[in-house]
């Protein structure tokens, strides 16, 4: 009998999740299968797609509106097992129900839409009689990103960019000069206007409007006497011209000084009327001088002028415009991922609620992504880090699906509407939602994503660790994402916020390095996509048992230990000082400013690197050779244990589903070459090993 002794020091806190949980989750979020229609989320996948979309209303109003009801997702027409002897695709048939509303009457017809793929237990799909793998891509989260660029002449230009998941970029930038830019969507970045037009278009019509939520008013009284540091950042609200003479005695946003006071005071003004702009020391008021719009239509025409040149612009034509590029949710979509960064950002929680998806109708979005522009410039906040884990998120398989699916069935609403306008029910006969769906549009798409995305592939067999580091695979490129031509060396370092979230040690070594990476061993992706990392609370100096698992940015505020820490039989620290990591500093500290702990030294390391007998020994880059060499090991024809294990052999074999696994304890009834059966209180349950044929 074989017997494992373990050498290891430390005693698990918590066990690695399960390691295929990123793809299986991810898919049940998007299909919800599983759930009755009327406990479907409708913020998330399929489910959310369809609720986007519908309900769909003819050109001519009230004539026809569509509405959608269900979906429906039948029993798969092959097994895995059939699929992948007959060339097959391992896929549910997908219905949907529609109520066409024609003026008092409403009929209700269920609509075949073509199949859905659907994931095995092991995380993959048989498509066309071979395994594939959704591969999850790392890509810019959408929110609010600041940057900072070098001018030619060495002044640095810092700039401020909202990012939606879909729709137009909006960039606001300082030149040379300090004036500050809008330019809208990367692709028309040369048709750009002053940022105070655009506030004036988005309803700040006057200076007055645009000022205020930035700088205070304030009334001075000429007769009294103010020192000089007082007046340096004070500038007259106003043109203030005489009234006899009607010279201009001073400019608007003028500096004030004490002979201008005097000034004043001789010319019969007892008062004036003063903006404060010490909090940016008046960056604003150079963009406000130049700007050439001085009332919200000015802007909406320049605007109009700039975006679309050529047609004549009227207000109603321009307003149409900002509403269709900003405010109206099939073009605009910020998604809940970017509204969160949003909100949390520009401090915007309790007021923005957390569920809009486009701007906010008050403009505060442009008014705060402004201050944090004037911020950075006056040095009071710094530029974001684009490569830290906080500003970059996941995008798993059901979301990409989704992705592609929204595609779908955006482009059958137009056909939807025009057969609803061309019909003729005297020659047709009755509309019903079947003549108006295109049952193709939903699957087309899905089978030209699987057969063509970058990001579908082909499973990679070699051994059962290949496949499970296959499934755990983390790419940069892909639709949206970067390409390896473009990609500096930057993005493809490691990052401090890849600590226990992304691994520092398996990744390709030829030209895809580092933009193809893996996921951790305890790392788990949250609802909003971001890779959080566990940690145990350490209370007064005492390590607790208690796991929260963090986001890169919500590291970031706390002092943490090493895993290997030493620590008394009471769980206190051992030592007088304590090595630690706080932000991106590895420092030693008194064991009282202790605020979290790692869980596992394994933390920081992949599967496939953790397999890797006394891998602390190794050189970084023998070991990524190592990582990447195990995946490419022929399996043994007959399984044997290895002498030297790292205790992650049997989790890796248990998640990679080559095992054949009891769902429950019981007694083996039957054992044969391709199944095996247990008893389960008295009943069969039967577990199938697919692979039984070949490999």
């Not at 989260?141 to 970029?169: F, K, M």
């Not at 103010?226 to 340096?232: D, K, M, T």
């Not at 893996?518 to 990392?533: H, M, Q, V």
Request: proline share 5%; net charge negative.
């Amino acid at each position: 009998m074989f017997q494992r002794h373990v050498f290891g020091k430390l005693k698990p806190v918590i066990q690695p999740p399960n390691l295929i949980e990123i793809q299986t989750r991810s898919y049940q979020d998007f299909l919800q299968a599983e759930l009755p229609p009327a406990k479907r989320d409708s913020s998330k996948g399929l489910q959310a797609i369809f609720r986007e979309v519908f309900p769909i209303e003819s050109f001519e109003p009230g004539k026809y509106v569509l509405e959608f009801v269900k979906y429906t997702l039948g029993e798969p027409k092959l097994s895995v097992v059939e699929a992948l002897a007959s060339g097959g695709t391992h896929a549910a048939p997908f219905h949907a129900t529609f109520t066409l509303k024609e003026g008092e009457e409403v009929r209700e017809e269920e609509v075949y839409m073509g199949e859905i793929p659907l994931m095995t237990e092991d995380g993959s799909f048989v498509v066309n009689g071979a395994e594939r793998v959704i591969v999850s891509q790392l890509h810019r989260s959408p929110g609010v990103c600041t940057e900072s660029a070098l001018h030619a002449n060495g002044q640095t230009l810092y700039s401020v960019r909202l990012i939606p998941d879909r729709g137009s970029w909006i960039e606001i930038q300082f030149d040379t000069s300090d004036v500050m830019w809008v330019y809208m969507d990367r692709r028309r970045r040369r048709r750009k206007f002053h940022a105070t037009t655009f506030l004036r278009a988005l309803g700040f019509g006057t200076d007055e409007a645009i000022l205020k939520p930035f700088y205070t008013f304030k009334t001075l009284d000429t007769g009294a006497s103010y020192r000089a540091e007082e007046l340096e950042w004070y500038r007259f609200k106003d043109d203030v011209i005489d009234v006899d003479s009607q010279a201009v005695l001073a400019r608007r946003y003028e500096p004030l000084s004490e002979a201008l006071l005097k000034q004043m005071a001789q010319a019969g003004f007892p008062r004036i009327d003063v903006v404060d702009v010490a909090w940016d020391e008046g960056l604003l008021l150079k963009t406000l001088l130049v700007d050439p719009t001085r009332t919200e239509e000015e802007a909406l025409n320049d605007i109009y002028h700039r975006l679309r040149p050529g047609d004549p612009a009227t207000a109603s034509n321009a307003k149409q415009l900002i509403k269709r590029l900003f405010f109206d949710p099939r073009r605009y979509d910020l998604g809940r991922v970017g509204r969160h960064k949003i909100n949390l950002k520009l401090k915007l929680e309790g007021k923005v609620p957390s569920d809009l998806r486009v701007l906010h109708e008050s403009g505060i979005d442009v008014i705060e992504s402004i201050r944090l522009l004037l911020d950075i410039k006056s040095g009071r906040e710094g530029v974001d880090d684009i490569d830290h884990l906080g500003n970059r998120r996941i995008r798993t398989a059901g979301e990409l699906l989704e992705n592609q699916c929204r595609i779908g069935l955006s482009r059958t609403e137009r056909l939807i509407r025009e057969r609803m306008s061309v019909f003729d029910a005297g020659t047709n006969g009755t509309l019903s939602p079947s003549r108006l769906v295109n049952s193709k549009s939903l699957a087309a798409v899905v089978q030209d994503f699987f057969g063509r995305s970058q990001l579908s592939q082909f499973m990679d067999q070699t051994n059962p660790l290949s496949g499970l580091a296959h499934k755990r695979r983390l790419s940069a490129l892909g639709p949206g994402g970067l390409s390896r031509e473009r990609a500096g060396f930057e993005v493809r370092d490691v990052h401090s916020s890849h600590y226990g979230r992304i691994c520092p040690i398996e990744t390709p070594e030829g030209p895809n390095i580092g933009l193809i990476s893996s996921l951790g061993l305890y790392a788990r992706i949250n609802d909003f996509g971001f890779i959080e990392s566990p940690y145990r609370r350490v209370v007064g100096g005492k390590v607790t048992d208690e796991v929260v698992y963090m986001t890169a940015d919500q590291e970031e505020q706390y002092v943490i230990a090493q895993a290997n820490s030493e620590l008394n039989p009471d769980n206190s620290f051992a030592t007088a000082s304590v090595h630690a990591r706080f932000q991106t500093d590895f420092v030693e500290v008194d064991p009282a400013k202790i605020q979290f702990m790692d869980v596992s030294p394994m933390q920081v390391i992949s599967i496939a690197a953790g397999l890797i007998p006394f891998l602390e020994h190794d050189d970084a880059n023998r070991a990524l050779m190592g990582a990447n060499m195990m995946r490419q090991a022929v399996p043994l024809l007959v399984p044997d244990h290895p002498y030297v294990a790292t205790g992650l052999e049997q989790r890796a074999a248990a998640d990679s589903c080559v095992t054949v696994q009891a769902r429950a304890d019981g007694i083996v009834a039957y054992v044969s070459a391709t199944e095996v059966i247990v008893t389960e209180n008295g009943k069969l349950g039967t577990g199938r090993n697919r692979r039984g044929g070949r490999g």
